[in-house]
């Protein structure tokens, strides 16, 4: 029987970023150490960037309407953390809820953020930026111009940014954590989830994804937390599922981790490899973004 595209129990959730300056203790001590009256610095991570004035200690924005004493901040920011200035308040941007700490973690000063859950990246950092991490994986899908995309694992949305720069029509992406979303509307680099491109649907993907048709799309891109914490993603019922809501010739990348990495002694890459293999796919390891690229034959 043929399965609707989206069942009425099925929750979207409604994206709409905020647009508040954003702070940080290594753009503040950049602000301090210039000895210039005029320059040019961003209060988006890097993601926009502003003429602003200095005069002594104080820093004006007018682009921005803002003004702030960047030695009293000195003070009062610490490092590692992210702050929004929501009118005449300054809030950090973390919190625990359901016995798990969230956090907007800043990875340079003018570079896309990680999330941080209960001390936990969700993106790779060293050596690389959550936002290139991101693109190197989109890129092994190849041309993705006019395909309808299932992204598993929405997190801050960067997969699914660049999918959409990469030409996808359209991306349908799954996250199963509300909380992580709430802290994404802060980051500047997750404004495109706003897009009538993009469908957000909260749920744990292994159930929603019953809910797709056969066939219904071109692309997947999987990119789950690592085992312990998500191991219905890495089941065979989801690998099947995967691979029937997978076009025929349709392509899959599955971000594992680590080269080598055992789970109870098993290499989970080459576990992996061998039971999509089974399933139906064509399967290549894709060592330097750490995943695997899968095709569906038939």
């Given amino acids: 029987m043929a399965r609707k595209i989206f069942q009425s129990k099925m929750r979207i959730y409604d994206f709409r970023p905020y647009d508040y300056p954003l702070l940080t203790h290594k ?3 950049l602000l301090i150490k210039s000895r210039n009256d005029r320059l040019i610095t961003s209060f988006s991570l890097g993601k926009d960037f502003n003429r602003v004035y200095k005069s002594g200690s104080i820093i004006k924005c007018p682009e921005l309407n803002l003004e702030i004493d960047i030695n009293f901040l000195s003070d009062v920011i610490k490092e590692g953390f992210i702050y929004a200035i929501i009118g005449d308040k300054l809030c950090r941007l973390d919190f ?15 570079t896309a953020p990680t999330l941080e859950i209960s001390g936990i990246h969700m993106h790779r950092i060293s050596g690389i930026t959550p936002w290139e991490d991101a693109r190197a994986k989109v890129c092994s899908l190849g041309n993705l111009r006019g395909k309808v995309v299932l992204d598993v694992c929405t997190g801050l949305g960067y997969t699914c940014i660049h999918l959409l720069l990469r030409g996808a029509l359209h991306v349908i992406t799954i996250e199963k954590d509300v909380n992580v979303l709430e802290l994404a509307k802060f980051n500047p680099w997750s404004r495109e989830l706003l897009s009538d491109k993009v469908k957000i649907i909260i749920g744990d993907a292994s159930k929603v994804i019953s809910s797709f048709a056969d066939s219904q799309f071109d692309v997947i891109i999987h990119d789950p937390p690592r085992l312990a914490i998500a191991g219905e993603l ?20 599955h971000y594992v981790g680590k080269p080598g990495y055992k789970v109870r002694r098993i290499k989970l890459m080459e576990n992996i490899c061998g039971r999509l293999k089974r399933i139906g796919f064509k399967v290549k390891p894709v060592h330097n973004i750490l995943g695997l690229c899968a095709r569906k034959l038939n």
């Fill in 234 to 253: 890495y089941s065979n019922d989801f690998y099947m599922e995967l691979y029937r809501v997978l076009k025929p010739g349709g392509k899959l990348f």
């Fill in 96 to 110: 625990y809820k359901n016995g798990k700490y969230y956090k907007l973690l800043p990875v340079d000063v003018y």
């Fill in 27 to 29: 753009l503040i001590n």
